[in-house]
Every structure is written in C-alpha cells, then in structure tokens.
C-alpha cells in the first residue's frame, strides 16, 4: 500500500519508522512519503495560514499551498491512479475498526493534516471535483486534537497492521476488541501465583490452566460478554451488535435471553423434526444450562421486534479451524418466516466473522429441504458425506 502524508510538522510522523510499522516500510509492504506543506507555499516566510473571512479566532490554512501539494501527491501515481485523500478531523465520521478495515483495501491513501481552525473548505471541494479524489472527512473521536498528525499515526497504525504480512501471527488479529462487537478477554502470563506484595499472590484463573480448550473457549466468551456490558455497553445494544433489520432490533444475547431463545428454538425446530422424522435434534432436546452454556461459546444474536423474540442466530470460530466461521441456530419465529429475516440474520452472522474467516460453515439436517434451499440460494454448497452430527450434512461457502 501506498500512503502520502501532507503536514507542516513532517517529523510528527517520525514514529512511523518504528516497531512493525517501520519493519513493513523496510519490507517494501508500506511505501509511506512525507510532504511538508510549506514547501508548496510561495512567499519567503512559506506562509500557509491566513485570517478567517466573518471574523473569528484562530487561523485557516490557505487553499493555494494545499492544492499545489494535492496536486502533486495525486499526480505522482502511475497509469492515473488516485488516491483516497483522509482528511482527519474531529467533525468528521468516527475512525472504527470497520473503516479501519475499509480503508486497509485501498491501494493508495493520502492523508492531509489539517492545523489552526482548519484548511479553506474550498479544498474539500477542489480535491473531490477538480483532482477526482474521494474525500472522508475523519476523526478519531469526541475531543479536538492540535492538529491531524497524531490522528493520522493512529489511523495508519490500524490501517497498516490489516496488511498482509505486517503482523506475524495473523492469527492475533481475530479475537480482539472490535473485531466482532466485542471487547477482547483479559490475558495472562507466568507466573501462574505471582507474589505483587508480601504474602500476597495473585492467581490466573484456574481454567486457563485447565488445558481444556472447550473451558478455556467459553470462559473467554464469557469474559468478553461480561467486560463488554461493563465498560461499553452501547456496543451490545448499539452499533453493528444492535444494528436494525427492517423493523427489528439485533443485539448480542447474553445469559437473560436463554429462556427466550430456549422456546423459540423448540416453535422453529418442530418442522425439522417432522421433515427428518427425528426428535433428536439438539434444539429440541437440549436444556435450559445447555441455551445458556451456548450463549457462552458463541456470539448469539436476538431479533426483538416490539420488545419479542423473533428470531436468533450465533456464530463462532470453528474449535478446530481458526479460518472457518461457524453459523447455527438460525432461526426465525414461524408467524415471520418468508419474509427474507432468516437470510437478513444470515447475513449478519456472516459479517460479525472476524478477520482470517476463509469460509462460513452451516449444519442442517439431510432432509430439510426448506433450509436447504435458503442456503444454496446465499451461496452455501453442501459438503459431500455425512454432516458433523447424525442424519445432517454440512454446507461451506467461501468467504469473498
Ligand atoms: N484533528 C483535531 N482533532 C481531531 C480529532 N478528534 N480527530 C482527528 N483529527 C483531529
């Protein structure tokens, strides 16, 4: 990836020569260029600031040094190539982890850090029509910074270590903060008794010692569950964990949901049993502690409309397979069926799959033709043989 920098302070971005970021620019994976802004200005004092027409304090950033340096930057590519121009800001859309993982798609990012009271708002509008470029006014929170250089090493830090290759273990991306709509769980590290004063010691939770990688799984589940509705509760109930289906509400289900989701179950999996002939279906069967022990080991969506539940999906990563998003109970209350919510929920599901997802993976059952043609119709293929549990067939599809 390709990142152009505009500031008047071009040492800000000193730090972006070390750690990973700095072993990625070695590597040739970032080819990251700092401009300074003065250098396009064109009096002897490299004035790049005047006061503001109205009146007002402060200053705002002239718009001829700024379009002579866009022009450059933009014009630098090869085969007419543009750059996605970042303009950081704190009256512009929240930095998420999801833009973060947007803007990590784009081969070419330029980043233009404003300073005072702003630059000419004239600029905004040269760039998008005069250079072409798409402009995202950015910011990286409530609270106004001096300038954008601190927003813009921290967005290429998140942006940059989604690159291939820039972080080792690309496996360490997939359970943290954000990446799902939930924040991460705590870790530990030797000593397992640590003495923090004397006659004091500090145990790791017994599970993590445990070896059981089922335990382990589900405590950490639940670790995130429970620090999630502590520290940042409007991620359970807002953002993509409570995004809107139609006229419905989608939230992260927790422990409280498990009767709810209990009796739904048995309303939806009625005519599986009857299209298998089989009562033994786990959703059928299983108990209240076993709801309540899934909403544990996977991330469970509910479906509320006017406060009920009508519907319910989880996902997870398979136990097995850290590259293999596994969906289940996917269900949608039978009065609502039809009506395009289970493959709504579907789609949900799939996209609260983190990062290194190379497929998503369903279960149903082998004669449950209904469900089987929701499936194929969203892209799923059965796998050949018999499915991960008695009388069922399993169904990939690739992650595009
Ligand atoms: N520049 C000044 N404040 C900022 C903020 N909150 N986010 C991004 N850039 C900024």
Redesign the pocket.
């Known amino acids: 990836m390709r990142v152009d920098v505009i500031s008047i302070f071009p040492d800000y971005l000193a730090p972006l020569e070390l750690s990973l970021i700095g072993k990625a620019r070695r590597d040739g994976r970032i080819d990251l260029r700092v401009h300074d802004l003065r250098d396009f200005a064109r009096d002897r004092h490299r004035t790049v600031d005047d006061t503001p027409y109205g009146g007002g304090a402060g200053m705002v950033m002239k718009p001829q040094p700024w379009s002579e340096a866009l022009q450059h930057v933009a014009g630098s590519g090869a085969d007419g190539a543009r750059p996605r121009l970042v303009?950081?800001?704190?009256g512009?859309m929240p930095?998420t982890q999801a833009m973060a993982r947007e803007l990590a798609q784009e081969p070419w990012l330029a980043f233009a850090?404003?300073r005072y009271e702003g630059i000419d708002e004239r600029v905004y509008e040269y760039a998008a029509d005069d250079l072409g470029l798409e402009v995202s006014v950015?910011?990286?929170?409530?609270?106004?910074?001096?300038?954008?250089e601190?927003?813009?090493l921290?967005m290429v830090e998140a942006v940059a270590r989604l690159l291939p290759g820039v972080i080792g273990n690309a496996e360490s991306l997939v359970e943290e903060s954000h990446e799902d709509g939930l924040l991460e769980y705590p870790v530990y590290t030797k000593p397992a008794a640590w003495e923090s004063a004397p006659g004091r010691t500090r145990e790791v939770p017994p599970v993590l010692l445990s070896g059981d990688h089922h335990a382990i799984a589900a405590w950490r589940h639940q670790q995130r569950l429970d620090r999630t509705a502590r520290r940042r509760p409007d991620l359970l109930h807002g953002s993509q964990a409570g995004a809107r289906l139609g006229d419905f509400d989608v939230a992260v289900a927790t422990a409280a949901d498990a009767p709810e989701i209990l009796t739904l179950s048995r309303a939806c999996w009625v005519t599986e049993a009857q299209a298998n002939e089989s009562l033994v279906i786990p959703p059928l069967v299983e108990t209240i502690e076993d709801t309540v022990a899934g909403i544990g080991q996977w991330t469970t969506w509910t479906v509320r409309g006017a406060g009920r539940l009508v519907g319910s999906v989880r996902g997870r990563v398979a136990p097995d397979d850290p590259t293999l998003w596994q969906i289940g109970r996917l269900m949608v209350a039978p009065d609502l069926q039809g009506r395009g919510l289970g493959r709504a929920l579907l789609a949900h599901a799939e996209a609260a799959a983190p990062p290194g997802t190379a497929a998503y993976w369903l279960n149903t059952g082998v004669r449950s033709d209904r469900n089987l043609r929701i499936y194929r119709k969203a892209g799923y293929r059965v796998r050949a043989g018999e499915g991960s549990f008695p009388g069922t067939v399993d169904l990939t599809k690739p992650r595009r």
């Open positions: 303009v950081p800001g704190p512009g930095f850090c404003g950015v910011s990286l929170g409530d609270y106004v910074l001096n300038g954008g601190v927003a813009v921290a």
